[in-house]
């Protein structure tokens, strides 16, 4: 049997807390079960996150801000077409690019002069010999001149922009047709009466308009190729502009988001706490992680209110210390068997045959 000294000792006793090896210290409030909220009671002194001040609304949606601002330095400046200028380059060489337009330049100054000339004359007195006007005349002579030659370059060119269908690449075509077709009959008509059993002559009439076709042909090709380049610059600068849109679009989606935004609210902590240096010094990463977390479900105390989690010390709490009393007071104490002449008997009446 528990002496009654004993017993009285386990319904006094205070629970006891964990601390350091041989040490017994007793939880200042007796019938409490202690919970992460006194867990000044496990170190002997308050801790860390007691003595660090938290963080107001305004302070926490200016920490979220500053993360949402980290993110996006993170992620870099927006990106500009200036950087992705050379970011294709051409499969020839600049130096000789440049080289092939200043000789077609040349080309096409020196086969259009003749040509023009011849086409001016030939176009003017056909058109005096209806309308006795030379300003008249004059206008259709230089009218004739651009609808023939610069007919011709100006369709050649646009093969290299509007050729995009077939019904636009075929009036292109014939547009071009028509006009080197009006610049020969215009030079040949000019230039062979009286020469023409000339083969100089008969060259010195075509070649001009022709040059002018296949010069005009060479600028297409390198706007072709221009036009490429531009484009395929133009297309990396638009994939990465749309990435850049889509990482600082949501920055809370960035896979690193948690810990730009624990970086930002250990940031306010410090400056709202700058006075407590001391506090802060002895700060570990596990306190940090504490109060990082503290704050973030700061908010959360009405709509979902956080449920103390409880800390499980080796004590013997009070249900415990009940149940020993419980299990003291259900088990039946032995008493010796003695004899009154009508055999052995126990306290409860049985005789010790029976139990036998």
Sequence with gaps: ML????????????????????EDVSLPVRGKRPTLSDAKYYDGEQTVLE???????????DARHAAHDAVIRAVGARP??????????????????????????ILLLAAFTPSAIRLYVIGSQTFGQAVSSSVAMTAVGLATVLSA????????????????????RRLLYSSMAISTILALTGNVQTALPGHTSSPFAWLEAIAPPLLVLSTAYVIKEQLLDSIQQR????????EVLNDWHLATYDPEAHPRWSQFYANAL???????????????????????RAAVYRELHAEEWFEAPEV???VQPDY????????????????????????????????????????A
């Design 80 to 105: 500009s077409r200036d950087q992705f200028t050379h970011h294709a380059t051409s499969q020839y060489p600049p130096t000789v690019t440049r080289l092939i337009s200043i000789l077609c330049l």
């Design 51 to 61: 003595n660090l001040r938290p963080l107001t609304q305004e302070q926490r949606q």
């Design 308 to 310: 103390e989690s409880e």
């Design 266 to 288: 250990r940031d306010a902590l410090r400056k709202a706490n700058y006075r407590r240096k001391e506090t802060l010094q002895d700060m570990t990463t596990a306190d940090w």
């Design 3 to 22: 002496p009654a000294q004993g017993l009285r000792s386990i319904l006094t006793r205070p629970p006891l807390r964990a601390t350091k090896a041989g």
């Design 316 to 355: 013997q709490p009070e249900e415990t210390a009940e149940q020993v009393i419980y299990q003291a007071e259900s088990v039946p104490l032995s008493v010796a068997a003695t004899g009154n002449g009508n055999g052995y008997h126990n306290s409860n009446g049985s005789a010790a045959g029976d139990s």
């Design 231 to 238: 484009h395929a610059n133009e297309r990396a600068f638009q």
């Design 149 to 168: 030659e610069v007919g011709q370059v100006v369709f050649s060119l646009a093969l290299a922009t509007l050729g995009t269908s077939r019904s636009s």
